[in-house]
């Protein structure tokens, strides 16, 4: 069964970092492309970063070019989001998630996702 558990999640100050896990079984994690997306109170969720199966391919979400970077080790099955200068406005609940299918390059695109972690809370507030 395709599993993915997010963790390191908490409230951090603005300004602050916080560096969020991603942990995969069930499945060979090397294949696959993997996105972390987030949900704020009240909105939608929105994807924030992706990393293609290669590693080649990595794409951002504007709001957050030059402070996330997303990165994998598949000898550990774990996906990592380091998270650079926080904003009060990067608060929510963020989640990863796999698509079931292959792909060459990595996508924002909710719907192009099929497996879903629980999701860890990111509060930043002072």
């Known amino acids: 069964q395709w599993q993915l558990v997010e963790s390191g999640g908490g409230l951090v100050q603005p300004g602050g970092s916080l560096r969020l896990s991603c942990a995969a079984s069930?499945?060979?994690?090397?294949?696959?492309?993997i996105a972390w997306f987030r949900q704020a109170p009240g909105k939608e969720r929105e994807g924030v970063s992706c990393?293609?199966?290669?590693?080649?391919?990595?794409d951002h979400t504007g709001s957050v070019k030059g402070r996330f970077t997303i990165s994998r080790d598949n000898a550990k099955s774990t996906v990592y989001l380091q998270m650079n200068n926080l904003k009060p406005e990067d608060t929510g609940v963020y989640y990863c998630a796999v698509p079931q299918v292959r792909m060459a390059m990595c996508t924002l695109t909710e719907l192009q996702y099929d497996v879903w972690g629980q999701g860890t809370q990111v509060t930043v507030s002072s």
């Open positions: 990393v293609s199966a290669s590693g080649n391919f990595i």
């Open positions: 069930g499945f060979t994690l090397d294949y696959y492309a």
